[in-house]
């Protein structure tokens, strides 16, 4: 039969004369014989109680085993040079909301979603950005000859060995924290005091809030207005009219023009320069808009009914430098009382970065911690013997069956060959 199940059936045969019943012979019964798997080989089977009997057969090397290593592990702790953290917490700068930022706050959690979708970022993580600038970390290396003390061969090298041992954090509550570590405790607040002091200095060199913004914008614009005020007033005195002259001639009128030609502008440089942090939509935007629109008309007026003529011949040029003096006057007039707001504003919003909390000295070490490296050792090593015993138990079982013994005979061998042995 098929399966190497072959059925044996015996049939005894009952002679003449013999009583059928009596004289017969015990025939024995048919039974059925299996033959044995042709390749020889028993099916693979994990037990759980085998699993348990390697367990407490290897009893004594996976206990004594990890607490030796446990143990080894907690006296090489006592030997690392230990290492303090230092801490300080310091508030940002904070930024004046805007028209568009008020009216976001005021609609509450559909204001969030408004704001997210705006792309509104967390103002620590700009500041977090700066302590981590190439600017900020190359002036700490300086301060502190940090090349020296991380022996490192370049600035590269110690830019990284400096942000390994620097950590900053920006809180839900808007707090920023920065936590250094050393083996020195002193040189560890000094550092960390340090990093606040080095972004102290670099906020001062850029436009981070709206006012300061503001405030370099029309810097630069009164610079500029200055040196063109100063080369009209040059250009001026160059004619030789003395200023009585004017008392004679349409002086009066042209100088209307320019005082009204430099508001139009001074107008226009402060659209431009709105631009920037509103959008055309709010309302002071729409505000400076119209005034800029009223100035021109006024403007236009003002020119066309201003007398082209009149003057002597020789007051003409006099009457146009006039003119061109008194434009750049009353622009330049116009852009530094726009720079003191600025700087009125920026003085309001208080200092650019407050301290909370200073770094002080730490008493205690931050690590190693001396426990948990046992702890992780002795598990470590536990997990790492029991893995070994399972897999050296299964080789056992399989050199007991001669195909896995062939193949593991063959990988040998192959390895062997593959080692050049």
């Keep these: 039969m098929r399966d190497g199940l072959t059925p044996t059936l015996a049939i005894a ?41 390697v367990i407490v057969d290897n009893l004594r090397l996976l206990v004594l085993g990890p607490l030796a290593v446990g143990i080894l592990a907690l006296g090489i702790s006592f030997l690392i040079p230990p290492t303090y953290t230092a801490k300080t917490q310091f508030l940002p700068p904070q930024q004046q909301q805007s028209a568009a930022a008020s ?3 005021s609609l509450g959690g559909l204001g969030g979603l408004a704001g997210a979708a705006a792309g509104l970022k967390n103002p620590a993580d700009q500041f977090l950005a700066y302590m981590k600038s190439v600017t900020l970390q190359d002036a700490l290396i300086e301060r502190f000859k940090l090349q020296d003390r991380y022996d490192t061969k370049t600035k590269v090298d110690t830019r990284t060995a400096l942000t390994s041992n620097v950590r900053g954090v920006g809180g839900k509550d808007g707090l920023i924290s920065v936590e250094v570590d050393d083996k020195d405790p002193q040189f560890a607040a000094d550092l960390a005091n340090a990093h606040v002091d080095e972004l102290r200095k670099l906020l001062s060199k850029l436009a981070v ?140 919003e208080g200092a650019v970065v407050q301290v909370l909390d200073a770094a002080q000295p730490p008493e205690r070490k931050a690590k190693p911690k001396k426990a948990l490296i046992a702890i992780i050792a002795t598990l470590a090593t536990g997990f790492a013997l029991l893995l070994f015993i399972f897999i050296r138990q299964a080789l056992r079982n399989a050199g007991s069956n001669s195909g896995t013994a062939l193949k593991l005979a063959t990988l040998q061998a192959s390895w062997r060959k593959a080692l050049g042995k």
């Design 103 to 105: 009216m976001l706050a």
């Design 209 to 348: 809030t709206e006012a300061q913004q503001r405030r370099l914008f029309f810097e630069k614009q009164l610079t500029q207005a200055k040196d063109k005020l100063t080369q009209a007033e040059i250009e001026l005195k160059a004619t030789g009219v003395s200023g009585s002259v004017l008392k004679s001639n349409p002086a009066s009128a042209v100088a209307a023009v320019a005082a009204l030609q430099a508001q139009a502008t001074a107008q226009e440089v402060k659209v431009g320069a709105m631009r920037g942090y509103l959008a055309e939509t709010a309302a002071d935007f729409k505000q400076a808009m119209t005034e800029l629109a009223n100035l021109r008309a006024q403007l236009a007026k003002q020119e066309k009914d201003a007398p082209a003529g009149g003057a002597a011949a020789g007051q003409g040029d006099y009457v146009t430098k006039y003119r061109e003096f008194k434009y750049h006057e009353t622009l330049f007039e116009l852009f530094a009382k726009q720079y003191e707001l600025a700087r009125i504003d920026e003085a309001r």
């Design 13 to 53: 045969t009952t002679p003449v004369g013999a009583h059928p019943v009596r004289d017969a012979p015990q025939t024995p019964t048919p039974t059925m014989t299996t033959a044995p798997d042709p390749h020889g080989q028993p099916k693979d089977e994990i037990s759980l109680l085998d699993l348990l009997q």
